[in-house]
């Protein structure tokens, strides 16, 4: 069964606006880790924000939040006022407490950002 | 920025030749990993290795080996490679278990 799931394959948002990615997870673990990745056209890896299981509020980022809904299993990125920059491939990926040398990452979604 | 640098960034061999490719890094991080990205797949973690001498396999460690013999480098070797393994290979590093892992800037290898 996929662990981590990425639903949209591709979403456009409109400069300014906000956006919100989704990511659901799979574990029966109580302790673990949610991550964001985004990797631009030029092919890199950047960390974004890091939302712990235990963690009473969301995270948040600048201009990223993390909508952390552990009864859903949901960790949805959230970018306001979104940029031309923010146009890349957005990954999440977890981390499980028994396991916890090793991420596992969701599948991406491609986000477009247009004037 | 972990400062992770890999060596080559491109490479097209043939089928059936051995392949290494190298990370390295700056910040004395512990822990370091080999990913490789493919359409549809997101990254898939090759191994990875929490110390000097000390790696585990991970998701698709199958035709891949590894080594660490510093706490800087860690060695990804394709022992024969073959088509499937033409993909995008990802060295990260995270100086504790569980923490978030920074990236290097991947290589391109084309295996024809």
């Known amino acids: 069964a996929q662990k981590i799931t990425q639903t949209q394959p591709g979403m456009f948002v409109q400069e300014k606006e906000a956006v919100t990615l989704d990511c659901t997870y799979d574990?029966?673990?109580?302790?673990?880790?949610l991550f964001w990745y985004k990797q631009p056209s030029s092919g890199e890896m950047i960390f974004l924000i890091y939302?712990?299981?235990?963690?009473?509020q969301n995270a948040t980022e600048g201009r990223y939040s993390l909508n952390f809904q552990k009864a859903r299993k949901s960790a949805n990125l959230v970018i306001s006022a979104s940029q031309l920059g923010d146009s890349a491939m957005y990954f999440c990926?977890?981390?499980?407490?028994?396991?916890?040398?090793?991420?596992?990452f969701g599948t991406g979604t491609r986000l477009q950002v247009f004037p | 920025d972990a400062g992770i640098t890999q060596s080559p960034r491109h490479k097209v061999t043939e089928t059936g030749t051995p392949v290494t490719l190298r990370c390295h890094q700056t910040?004395?991080?512990?822990?370091m990993y080999w990913y490789r990205q493919d359409p549809g797949h997101g990254l898939r973690l090759i191994h990875y290795?929490?110390?000097?001498?000390?790696?585990d396999k991970g998701e698709v460690s199958d035709g891949y080996s590894v080594s660490r013999s510093k706490t800087e480098d860690f060695l990804l070797t394709l022992e024969s490679a073959t088509s499937s393994q033409t993909s995008v290979y990802f060295c990260?590093?995270?100086?504790?278990?569980?923490?978030?892992?920074?990236f290097g800037p991947g290589t391109r290898l084309t295996v024809t």
């Open positions: 990260a590093t995270s100086g504790q278990g569980g923490g978030e892992q920074y």
């Open positions: 574990t029966s673990d109580p302790s673990y880790g």
């Open positions: 939302q712990g299981s235990y963690d009473q």
């Open positions: 990926a977890m981390r499980e407490a028994y396991n916890t040398d090793k991420l596992i």
């Open positions: 910040e004395n991080h512990r822990y």
């Open positions: 290795s929490y110390g000097v001498k000390d790696t």
